[in-house]
């Protein structure tokens, strides 16, 4: 879980039941009491009125609620564009993602901020992914979480095909395509493969290894030297 997540949840908890003790928290977040004592400790410095101390509970003061969320016009706009941009030309999983984030922004904006998400006029039309390479990024997308390696069939643009195994490190979106970037066995190097051209892809139950050298911050800079020698 996500420290951000985590201190929502506790928030959450406190706000709903009342005085809450740390071994209460931790049992139902799965985390250590030293976490929790921490996490408040954390709460408090950022503002948020908890009341009590360690070994006795804690308590949120009747009435207490978190801040509405503030956004200014722009950021509104970037916002919904990013969701529609995604909605359009992400994976199934993820274009209901989007509209899930939309909907829960919307439930907690000011009344007149959520005019403005709804009528936010910047749009991006169309699902123009094909469908079989929407179908797969939902399966590469777990493979970068979980960083397991993947195997498929490639086909470069000379017709030539291959097997590879790469260690995935990242997915791009090219504004009208997408494509997946990591460390190649077979190339002994960084790639970056069309994902219009990859086939039978399985995702391996292998996972790899956060090694220097080999990371997604590798394989930017590897790519911005040759450009630079271009």
Not at 71 to 87: D, Y
Not at 107 to 123: N, T, Y
Request: charged share 30%; aromatic share 8%.
């Amino acid at each position: 879980m996500r420290r951000a997540d985590r201190l929502f949840r506790i928030v959450q908890r406190l706000r709903r039941r009342g005085v809450t003790t740390a071994r209460a928290l931790a049992e139902d977040l799965g985390i250590s009491e030293r976490t929790v004592y921490r996490d408040v400790r954390d709460l408090v410095l950022s503002g948020v009125p908890v009341l009590g101390e360690a070994g006795v509970g804690y308590a949120l003061p009747r009435g207490y609620d978190l801040p509405p969320l503030m956004f200014n016009e722009e950021e509104i706009e970037a916002l919904v564009l990013g969701a529609r941009v995604v909605q359009s030309w992400a994976d199934p999983q993820l274009r209901a993602a989007a509209g899930d984030v939309l909907a829960k922004v919307e439930a907690v904006l000011p009344p007149a901020l959520r005019e403005r998400l709804s009528e936010a006029s910047l749009f991006s039309p169309g699902v123009r992914v094909p469908r079989a390479v929407a179908a797969e990024l939902g399966r590469l997308r777990t493979a970068l979480r979980e960083r397991r390696k993947i195997r498929f069939r490639y086909v470069d643009k000379g017709g030539a095909g291959s097997s590879r195994t790469i260690w995935p490190l990242g997915l791009f979106f090219w504004g009208k395509s997408w494509s997946v970037g990591g460390y190649c066995e077979l190339r002994k190097d960084f790639r970056n493969f069309s994902a219009e051209r990859v086939s039978a892809l399985e995702v391996l139950e292998e996972k790899f290894e956060h090694v220097p050298g080999r990371t997604l911050r590798d394989m930017v800079a590897h790519y911005e030297n040759e450009d630079r020698v271009r």
